[in-house]
């Protein structure tokens, strides 16, 4: 079955670059993508890309896909006390993007000062 | 744009009670995606439609779950009847052609 891993913490320090990473099974998966939750709130879709990719920069992110591995990161440059929160990797099926996602738990990033 | 709407955004109810949690999506968006969220599990999709209609219903974890959306403007989540296991926040989401899909705030569901 589909399965999406990621490490549950990332401490960094603030202007530091944070790298959050994740693997993923299914290998027909189109598109794969990063998600930023901040606390109370819900999901908001943050970039992704389309797996015939492998790399995507949108200002301070950068996304690395490496399908042989089924590896996907996400570089935030110059992290800020704004950054703060939980970041999911989730990849959505071959049906042409009609279908839901599967997401890996979720990586808590947290700033130090 | 309102955004997905969801309500109500606490309940707190008794084991045994149902429970109706609802969702109006993004005006024009034709699928909707129902999602729990727990510390334990991480976000599951439940259930999602397209065109109102239901596609897959495969993460609903019981008869005791029941999703419907009888128009393109309002789907209900129903729980019947509640268990203290059930609490978790229940997220919809909407999308339109094209791959983002847009999440409401989530109903956080407690059952005592």
């Known amino acids: 079955g589909e399965d999406v891993e990621q490490s549950l913490f990332l401490s960094v320090r603030e202007g530091d670059s944070s790298v959050i990473n994740c693997t993923y099974t299914d290998s027909s998966s189109t598109y794969l993508y990063w998600y930023k939750q901040e606390p109370g709130a819900g999901l908001q879709l943050l970039t992704y890309i389309f797996s015939n990719m492998d790399m995507k920069q949108d200002q301070r992110l950068t996304v690395l896909l490496n399908k042989k591995d089924k590896h996907l990161s996400l570089r935030i440059a110059d992290t800020q006390t704004g950054d703060s929160a939980i970041y999911f990797c989730a990849e959505g099926g071959s049906g042409g993007g009609a279908d839901g996602l599967t997401f890996g738990k979720g990586t808590h990033l947290i700033i130090q000062p | 744009d309102a955004g997905v709407i969801q309500s109500p955004r606490h309940e707190v109810t008794e084991m045994g009670q149902e429970v109706t949690l609802r969702c109006k999506p993004i005006?024009?968006?034709?699928?909707l995606f129902w999602y729990r969220q727990t510390m334990m599990r991480g976000l599951e999709l439940l259930i999602y439609?397209?065109?109102?209609?239901?596609?897959?219903d495969s993460g609903m974890p019981e008869d005791r779950f029941s999703a419907k959306m009888p128009n393109a403007s309002f789907s209900t989540l129903k729980i019947q009847p509640s268990e203290p296991r059930d609490s978790a926040v229940y997220f919809c989401a909407s999308k339109l052609t094209g791959y983002e899909q847009y999440f409401g705030p989530g109903t956080r569901l407690t059952v005592t």
């Open positions: 439609f397209n065109n109102n209609v239901p596609i897959d």
């Open positions: 005006s024009g968006h034709n699928s």
